[in-house]
């Protein structure tokens, strides 16, 4: 049971710093060749956990190893558009000017149950609103809606509102967030001088945000009983 213990405290950080070194994407985000790295790192994990006979380097090597070809392989997909269409095809377009492609959509192997899925997952549940509709190269589909089913924007309006940065969390479950402060401009004798005002300390602090302009949310923690 101790060796079993250690194996995966010694595995865990190994495959978790090999998920990472590929990028941070979804499992729905995840190319071909990725998706083929991250079950077979998966499985190679598992083998000295289940055969405690094998040392613990005969799946930790070949778990590098893969990593490594597989950031090599997203360098060249960034640099050749071939070869990145060979590993991750290439966008398909399953309707066009509000029609639908059966011959793509037969190609794809995609039924009018699978499009209908995506179509709601985008907010769309009337098919003769959209105008046009592509699957990306993850499967996930892309949805362009009719210019009468669209919302409407500001340029529609013909608005010119302020451009400005959303609000950032500065302060997180009593914990200052220093990402936050930076992305929003604030220093810590501005926070400070918020937080005197409203009689209150960080740690007594749920949630804070704020922009460059001012405070936006502040809410407190509940007393414990």
């Known amino acids: ?76 997909v960034l640099k050749s558009r071939r070869l990145r269409h060979l590993l991750s095809g290439a966008p398909q377009v399953i309707i066009r000017r509000g029609k639908i492609d059966r011959e793509t959509m037969q190609a794809l192997r995609f039924s009018l149950d699978d499009l209908m899925t995506a179509l709601r997952g985008s907010g769309v549940f009337d098919i003769t609103e959209v105008q046009l509709a592509v699957v990306e190269t993850n499967g996930k589909v892309s949805v362009y809606q009719k210019a009468p089913a669209r919302p409407v924007t500001c340029a529609d309006l013909q608005l010119r509102p302020d451009i400005k940065d959303p609000p950032e969390v500065l302060i997180a479950d009593g914990c200052i967030s220093r990402e936050g402060m930076a992305a929003a401009g604030w220093t810590d004798a501005r926070l400070q001088n918020i937080l005197r005002q409203k009689q209150l300390s960080a740690e007594q602090v749920y949630l804070l945000t704020a922009d460059a302009a001012g405070l936006r949310c502040l809410i407190k923690k509940e007393a414990s009983a």
């Open 1 to 76: 049971m101790l060796v079993s213990f250690l194996r995966v405290l010694i595995l865990y950080p190994v495959v978790v710093f090999g998920i990472r070194l590929m990028g941070k994407r979804q499992l729905g985000e995840l190319q071909p060749t990725e998706l083929v790295v991250t079950i077979l790192i998966s499985n190679i994990a598992t083998l000295p956990l289940e055969d405690q006979n094998l040392p613990l380097l005969m799946s930790i090597v070949p778990m590098l190893l893969l990593v490594c070809f597989e950031v090599l392989l997203s360098w060249g």
